[in-house]
T-cell receptor
Framework: DAGVIQSPRHEVTEMGQEVTLRCKPI?????LFWYRQTMMRGLELLIY????????DSGMPEDRFSAKMPNASFSTLKIQPSEPRDSAVYFC??????????????FGPGTRLTVL | GQNIDQPTEMTATEGAIVQINCTYQ??????LFWYQQHAGEAPTFLSY??LDGLEEKGRFSSFLSRSKGYSYLLLKELQMKDSASYLC??????????WGAGTKLIIKP
């Protein structure tokens, strides 16, 4: 089992540039989550999808952030234009829908983004 | 508002026992999770509690009191590899996970 796959693992870019982060969830998982983690704010949920449909994007900081899930095996998080305050580790996680209505989230290795 | 409180940092000795507390105030409750996160790595699932009481899994146990809005993670026979951050997360009435800031556990020989 490959687990959740994210790319790139590290990204260094300059302010104003577009950044695209990619995620492949675990096959068969119905839910996909995008998180951002910083020392100051901890782990923050940005958006999550259920069966490829965005359910809650209230955590997306502003219009510069957008996320898509065109199919069950791929999702992107885009920042355009990027700013230094976007520097963080971005995690993608997926989870199955199980009976009993509880599920654990499986996290990818994260993308460490640095915006100069 | 929704709030989860954990100590920022704790220190313990190899071979000892440590208890990491978590208190929460959320809109509704549909379970509490503990995750472990080593530095530079992704969080990994440790335990889940939805009913009051103690859940034991090897050296790790997790306790929940819903009436008190309180949980703890108990780590026994501490090993150096247990040095990590421990994240408490509560699922609210909308099944959203609300995350604590995490407790950094430092294990000393």
């Amino acid at each position: 089992d490959a687990g959740v796959i994210q790319s790139p693992r590290h990204e260094v870019t300059e302010m104003g540039q577009e950044v695209t982060l990619r995620c492949k969830p675990i096959s068969g998982h119905d839910y996909l989550f995008w998180y951002r983690q910083t020392m100051m704010r901890g782990l923050e949920l940005l958006i999550y999808f259920n069966n490829n449909v965005p359910i809650d994007d209230s955590g997306m900081p502003e219009d510069r952030f957008s996320a898509k899930m065109p199919n069950a095996s791929f999702s992107t998080l885009k920042i355009q234009p990027s700013e230094p305050r976007d520097s963080a580790v971005y995690f993608c996680a997926s989870s199955p829908t199980t009976t009993g209505n509880w599920f654990e989230q499986f996290f990818g290795p994260g993308t460490r983004l640095t915006v100069l | 508002g929704q709030n989860i409180d954990q100590p920022t940092e704790m220190t313990a000795t190899e071979g000892a026992i440590v208890q990491i507390n978590c208190t929460y105030q959320t809109s509704g409750f549909n379970g509490l999770f503990w995750y472990q996160q080593h530095a530079g790595e992704a969080p990994t699932f440790l335990s889940y509690n939805v009913l009051d009481g103690l859940e034991e899994k090897g050296r790790f146990s997790s306790f929940l009191s819903r009436s008190k809005g309180y949980s703890y993670l108990l780590l026994k026979e501490l090993q150096m590899k247990d040095s990590a951050s421990y994240l408490c997360a509560v699922r609210d009435e909308d099944y959203q996970l609300i995350w604590g800031a995490g407790t950094k556990l430092i294990i000393k020989p």
